[in-house]
């Protein structure tokens, strides 16, 4: 059971290049979110989701855009990278509300 | 005031020591209300859900206190595997209110 699989592990983007984190589950959660973890500081959220076809804005949502096409995937998109991208990305899910929130692996992403 | 409030530490004990954190919350409809542990750049886990009655998991206690808005963990016989960050995590139920505190450092000393 893979739980939720976050790829890549690592990347060094330059800046202004784009990409895609992916994320994957097979819980069968409908909630899903981004977060960004930078160096000793707290987890902030990026955008969520309810459910396939549904997203929205989390607390720092700009530079990032998402979708949610299927149950199992929530991919991150990057455009533009900035040097104030550089940080750790984690998708969690959700299997209801309330219930505790499980976490990839994480994407460690260097913008220079 | 922070919705999630933790004393950052870092907390420095000694194996077998008995160590606590408190974590305040600021908005009393919370409902739900967990500990995460952090290794140092990996992704948080669930170590325990806290339940109203407090609950116990081998040598860690949860413990919750509505009337003044504070959540406790409660470490016993310390190891140096319990080394970590320990996140308090409130959430009001709905999807994306789900409030991460910044973490307390532990760090057990042999």
């Known amino acids: 059971n893979a739980g939720v699989t976050q790829t890549p592990k690592f990347r060094i983007l330059k800046i202004g290049q784009s990409m895609t984190l992916q994320c994957t589950q097979d819980m069968n959660h409908n909630y899903m979110y981004w977060y960004r973890q930078d160096p000793g500081m707290g987890l902030k959220l990026i955008y969520y989701s309810v459910g396939a076809g549904i997203t929205d804005k989390g607390e720092v949502p700009n530079g990032y855009n998402v979708s949610r096409s299927t149950t199992e995937d929530f991919p991150l998109r990057l455009e533009l990278a900035a040097p104030s991208q550089t940080s750790v990305y984690f998708c969690?899910?959700?299997?209801?509300?309330?219930?505790?929130?499980?976490f990839g692996n994480g994407t460690r992403l260097t913008v220079t | 005031r922070k919705e999630v409030e933790q004393d950052p530490g870092p907390f420095n004990v000694p194996e077998g020591a008995t160590v606590a954190f408190n974590c305040t919350y600021s908005n009393s409809a919370s409902q739900s209300f967990f500990w995460y542990r952090q290794d140092c750049r990996k992704e948080p886990k669930l170590l325990m859900s806290?339940?109203?009655s407090g609950n116990e998991d081998g040598r860690f206690t949860a413990q919750l206190n509505r009337a003044s808005q504070y959540i406790s963990l409660l470490i016993r016989d310390s190891k140096l595997s319990d080394s970590a960050t320990y996140l308090c995590?409130?959430?009001?139920?709905?999807?994306?209110?789900?409030?991460f505190g910044t973490g307390t450092k532990l760090q057990v000393i042999p």
């Open positions: 969690a899910t959700q299997g209801g509300l309330g219930s505790p929130l499980h």
């Open positions: 995590v409130v959430s009001l139920g709905g999807y994306q209110k789900v409030t």
């Open positions: 806290v339940y109203s």
